[in-house]
């Protein structure tokens, strides 16, 4: 049965602003293009779009950094690469303009600035709908060139924050001598270090957390999760094979699974199933949200029902959203946490 002291979370949730945050991953933007149905084009097949409005946003490794710059009023950094192309100013400025601190990211001329455009159109008698996305992107692993400044700028910032994001989307940034040297790191300094992959998470040896999805999780275990039984095995077999001290399965509609190694576990039930608009970047603001709050001294499962409680006010709105620690507040003072008591 899930319970929750919801009176300790709100007494030590304005510590979410203390501490400081590195996020090492693929950085990336997403632009946003919005049109209006005009006429078929004579040239083509194709729709013509009255353009109205880009918007751009942080996305990918980028999105949990602007996360966290949400909540702890900007004392995060990050680490990544950037290229030498259109997107690179922009990319650099929308970290700027979220307050997000810059200084370690490399440059590489040989690689895109990672951007995914999404061009959505609408007409009178219809929602806006997603038509097309570009992605420009490098995959490729890093150069040993690029990989060793990486590294650098790794050994200045490490030290310096009180936990580190790996963020790895399989764009190329997180290698293995990256990996390495970052777990190296944050054990040296005593740091806490969060893994987000989508897959490979073997790579991730003796991190203090990890946040896969269900289907991520499923594919790393080898079977398919369907009931508690199946969740179990699958988060003790996570934990045996990584050493991870801990990791935290999304799932979706049903919640989040907390597995600790002391064999602690914790079944947390989704808090919002009725207000979802876009889940897009939840997976992101979990593992802000989570990390932030480990390291401002929250427990484990504490510090899982507030990145659950950040994710059921982001999916309320349409792209990557972020929140704060007063909205966070609010809603945690309006619920009822025995509502969910029998829901995990």
């Keep these: 049965m899930f319970t929750a002291d919801k009176e300790e979370i709100l007494s030590k949730i304005e510590n979410l602003a203390k501490p400081s945050v590195l996020v ?61 192309d259109y997107y690179a100013d922009i990319l650099l400025k929308t970290f700027k303009n ?19 455009t999404r061009i959505s159109g609408s007409c009178s008698q219809s929602v806006t709908q997603q038509i097309v996305r570009i992605d420009r992107e490098t995959i ?22 009180d936990a580190v994001i790996l963020s790895d989307y399989n764009i190329g940034l997180l290698t293995e001598n990256v990996i390495n040297k970052a777990i190296e790191l944050c054990h040296k300094y005593n740091k806490i270090i969060v893994v987000d992959s989508q897959k490979d ?35 003790k077999e996570m934990l045996a094979r990584t050493n991870a001290e801990s990791a935290l399965i999304t799932l979706g509609g049903d919640g989040m699974a907390l597995f600790e190694n002391n064999g602690n576990y914790e079944k947390i039930p989704v808090f919002n199933k009725t207000d979802v608009f876009d889940v897009t970047g939840a997976g ?18 504490n510090a899982a029902i507030l990145g659950n409680l950040a994710a059921s006010i982001v999916i ?29």
């Design 24 to 84: 090492i991953g693929d950085m990336a933007i997403d632009e946003m293009i919005y049109g209006t149905t005009d006429r078929m084009s004579r040239e083509a097949p194709v729709l013509i779009l009255r353009h109205y409005n880009t918007k751009v946003i942080l996305g990918a490794a980028s999105n949990a950094a602007n996360n966290i710059a949400s909540l702890n009023d900007g004392k995060v950094s990050v680490i990544g690469t950037y290229g030498k």
């Design 98 to 116: 979220s307050g997000i601190n810059t200084e370690y990211m490399v440059q590489d001329e040989t690689r895109a600035t990672t951007v995914k």
């Design 201 to 235: 998470l073997d790579k991730f040896q003796g991190v203090t957390s990890m946040t896969p999805n269900q289907p991520d999780s499923e594919k790393f275990v080898g079977f398919f999760i369907k009931d508690k039984e199946t969740l179990q095995k699958a988060g």
């Design 284 to 301: 992101d603001t979990v593992v802000a949200t989570y990390t932030l709050a480990m390291a401002a001294g929250f427990s484990k499962k």
């Design 140 to 161: 490729d692993p890093l150069s040993a060139e690029i990989e060793a400044k990486v590294i650098a700028q790794m050994e200045k910032a490490i030290p310096l924050h």
């Design 316 to 344: 309320r709105y349409f792209g990557c959203a972020t929140t704060t620690i007063p909205v966070l507040k609010s809603t945690l003072e309006k619920m009822d946490m025995n509502t969910f008591a029998n829901k995990a």
